[in-house]
């Protein structure tokens, strides 16, 4: 039987299941977080004979590997899946949903399963964990405090980052200075990692002039002066 290989895209984390010389494991996600779908060798009908076949066996081991900020156990624990159970590919899902929402902290997922005899397989969850953040550091604030930017954007209070994640906050920072009227603004995020590998966030902050209305001029109204125009907005 060849090797098959597909991948699952979130929208929000790149969570992959795949089988290289391994058999694989579809999640199943529901249709708004699923922001694109592979398969590689475009062969469903093997894909699902060998998902029937895993469906067969008794996991003998589950091993989780990459992971260093949070703990197998902890891991563990939200994985719906036992050593002694048979496998059950529909949990496939639940598993891969409880381990990104429930910690945040993971950037990629992969999950497969290795066969050790004919009757038992070994279970494999390879983490690659987000960067734990240390600390947020704003330059250039002025019109806008750092309590209101963490209030609009609570997302920057987790406990870990994704590399990726740095031109969305920027992004909603900007926005909080376009509704004050600070259409100039420039925000560039920078991202450091230390020696002990937890990363600090810097927004470097442009902020520019604000934008005043100095005049304002109608042009067609025939029936309506431009001075009743005005008083009314």
């Known amino acids: 039987q060849r090797s098959l290989r597909f991948a699952l895209l979130c929208a929000f984390a790149p969570v992959w299941v795949s089988a290289a010389q391994k058999n694989v494991l579809p999640t199943d996600l529901d249709n708004e977080e699923i922001s694109e779908i592979v398969i590689a060798e475009d062969e469903t009908d093997q894909e699902n004979e060998a998902v029937s076949e895993l469906a067969q066996k008794i996991i003998r081991n589950i091993i989780i590997t990459g992971n260093s900020q949070v703990s197998t ?3 563990t624990n939200k994985i719906p899946y036992r050593a002694g159970q048979r496998f059950d590919p529909l949990k496939s899902r639940e ?3 409880n ?3 429930d910690f945040k902290r993971f950037r990629n997922i992969q999950m497969w399963a290795e066969p050790v005899d004919a ?3 070994d279970l494999y969850f390879e983490i690659q964990e987000k ?3 240390k600390e947020i550091i704003f330059e250039g604030l002025s019109a806008i405090t750092e309590k209101e930017i963490k209030e609009k954007v609570p997302s920057l209070e987790a406990a870990a980052i994704d590399p990726e994640e740095l031109k969305n906050f920027a992004g ?7 509704e004050k009227s600070y259409y100039s603004v420039a925000i560039e995020p920078e991202l450091n990692v ?3 590998g ?3 966030i810097t927004f470097k902050i442009t902020e520019g002039p604000k934008a005043t209305v100095k005049k304002i001029s109608f042009r067609g109204n025939r029936h309506v002066s431009s001075k009743t125009l005005r008083s009314i907005m």
Do not use: F, H, S, V
């Open 198 to 200: 937890k990363g600090t």
């Open 131 to 133: 960067i734990p953040l």
């Open 95 to 97: 598993a891969i949903r």
């Open 172 to 178: 909603a920072i900007r926005k909080l200075y376009l």
């Open 73 to 75: 156990a902890a891991i």
């Open 194 to 196: 230390d020696e002990n």
């Open 119 to 121: 009757d038992t397989i």
């Open 99 to 101: 381990l990104y929402y």
